[in-house]
């Protein structure tokens, strides 16, 4: 079985139940806006897992999908230069729109983006 159900929402926490066989820093997608997280302590048939994005609106009873693989990222030359996020996803632009003098919400889902310039 791949889907569970969230129990529980505690700020970035988030309790899982009915995922049968997870492992420690699995990914998982949360909610039906598939949130990234991952899993970060293990008990009895709960999960809890840590979201990486913003779980404002996740409510118990949404479904838990889970990726079957740790977070990772593959590294090289190719990032030189380039500004990412926590997960590793560009934020293109984001060394002139994304600065202490003009901060900028990022908005949830695969990608943030820039603001229209004025």
Known sequence: ???GVVRRVNGPLVEIEGLAGLAMAELLQLGEAGLPAEVT???GGRATA????YTGGLRPGEPVQRLSRPLAARLGPGL????Y??????LAGADTWLSPARPVPLTRG???SPPARQ
């Open 85 to 90: 996020d926590g997960l590793l996803r560009p």
């Open 80 to 83: 030189t230069g380039g500004v």
């Open 50 to 53: 840590q979201a990486y994005e």
């Open 110 to 112: 695969p990608g943030p």
């Open 1 to 3: 079985m791949n889907a």
């Open 41 to 43: 302590a293990l008990s």
